[in-house]
């Protein structure tokens, strides 16, 4: 089997970064390298030290960027690339009008499999190498995704999504279909590769109770799963959903009740929470997922990041994309409005945070981080390579750049795929590729 050692400046993170001087946050090596066999990596740090071990390995040398582990995206819908940038609409309507025409194409599988393969594409050449991913209600849309990801040996999250009611027939299912369906699914994809099925009703407001009972009877049979959902994104959307669940105490509670709070389930925007909610998912882990540039986009609300960390029962937080609600493949760009959106709210985020937050901090919201988000030995070869001198305006401010911190800080900034230099799955460079 033939090894590769790539030598880079190298960045990978312990624990949360709680300042931008928190240097015991982190790993760093100025001349670092990975060694990468059979999609693993076997050892990583100095290179003068992982170099002893490495005879006969072929060397690919990224001096003088940045190495880092893959991007994670904890939410996105692939079916969505043909919505994003929809003018004009808050979140029902911007559904009913752009989404739901759009999602319905998805029954025709060569429909879907060419989408899922240009959406796979876009992570790499955004240097994003896992995402939790949205399909739609029809079977072949996961099965496109599922048959693309494992094409590239992605390990990706993603399931059919389960909607019987408040969408064009295209788009429905029934309670009993959809059970059957994500069963077969689970069946055929989880487990398989680096692949893994999450139960995914897309919200209150298109599943019925009945379809919720099937919902928890899967999540039930299936406890290793992940289970995702959007959650409290949106005033209208929460207004109806009480009314279509008037026993629940609130919006979280419609869930709760269905037995679907735990510590793989991922509820994207969290934007609105009560604090009686906000300890519901706290109590059970669960994570909020905290989706920017969507948020802004839809005008659906500030996500109050450091509150929910920092408060007595601290939330799980995952960052994501959620395109295309969200309007930027990029976790860069993603970051970079979720400074913004923090800041609106008085506070700032480190730029080590948001470096940790993507890449490890990601993974423990995924519950993978025993296979990715770190460069640690034994753990699966998805990583990034940047170049914060990528384009004309960021070689000039890096020019006054003197700190890790702020060079991570021009490349959330400033950056986008232009300063994706390589992107590796399972070890294999993926970006030149494309
Ligand atoms: N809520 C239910 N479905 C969706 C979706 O597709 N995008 C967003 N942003 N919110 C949702
Ligand atoms: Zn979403």
Not at 146 to 166: L, P, S, Y
Not at 299 to 320: H, M, N, Q, V, W
Request: some cysteine; aromatic content about 8%; overall charge negative.
């Amino acid at each position: 089997m033939t090894k590769t050692l790539i030598r880079a400046r190298l960045l990978t993170f312990q624990s949360e970064p709680l300042a931008a001087d928190d240097h015991a946050s982190y790993a760093y090596e100025e001349d670092g390298a990975v060694l990468v066999e059979a999609g693993m990596i076997i050892a990583s740090g100095a290179y003068a030290d992982v170099a002893r071990n490495a005879e006969g390995a072929e060397i690919v040398d990224h001096r003088p960027h940045l190495l880092m582990p893959g991007f994670i995206d904890a939410h996105a819908h692939f079916p969505q690339m043909q919505v994003i940038a929809s003018y004009g609409t808050e979140l029902l309507d911007w559904l009913n009008n752009y989404t739901f025409p759009a999602e319905s194409e998805f029954g025709d599988s060569a429909h879907a499999a060419r989408i899922a393969g240009a959406y796979l594409d876009e992570l790499a050449r955004h240097g994003t190498t896992t995402a939790a991913v949205y399909c739609t209600v029809h079977p072949q849309s996961a099965d496109a995704l599922f048959a693309e990801a494992e094409k590239r040996g992605m390990c990706i999250v993603t399931g059919k999504m389960m909607m019987d009611r408040n969408a064009p027939q295209a788009l429905t299912d029934t309670p009993q279909s959809s059970y059957d369906d994500t069963k077969a699914l689970i069946s055929k994809w989880h487990g398989k590769d680096r692949l893994h099925y999450a139960v995914t009703p897309r919200f209150a407001i298109t599943s019925t109770p009945q379809q919720m009972e099937m919902v928890q009877a899967l999540v039930r049979e299936h406890p290793d799963l992940h289970f995702q959902t959007h959650l409290s994104e949106n005033h209208a959307e929460i207004a109806l959903s009480r009314d279509l669940y008037p026993d629940a105490p609130d919006y979280t509670g419609i869930y709760e009740r269905y037995g679907l709070l735990g510590m793989k389930s991922l509820f994207g925007h969290c934007i609105h929470l009560s604090e009686r909610e906000a300890d519901a998912l706290s109590d059970s882990g669960s994570v909020a997922v905290f989706c920017p540039t969507s948020n802004l986009f839809l005008g659906s609300g500030l996500f109050d990041y450091l509150r929910y960390r920092r408060r007595e029962k601290p939330l799980r937080i995952a960052t994501a994309t959620d395109v295309g609600g969200g309007t930027n493949y990029s976790m860069l760009r993603t970051m970079d409005e979720g400074y913004k959106v923090i800041a609106l709210q008085g506070e700032k985020l480190n730029p080590l945070a948001s470096f940790w937050q993507i890449t490890r901090g990601n993974a423990e919201a995924l519950s993978l981080a025993d296979r990715i988000g770190t460069l640690e030995p034994e753990t699966d070869a998805d990583l990034v390579v940047l170049d914060a001198r990528a384009t004309p305006p960021m070689r000039l401010r890096m020019a006054r750049a003197e700190t890790l911190a702020e060079e991570l800080f021009v490349l959330q900034t400033l950056g986008d795929d232009r300063a994706v230099v390589e992107t590796y799955v399972a070890g294999e460079a993926v970006k030149g590729s494309i």
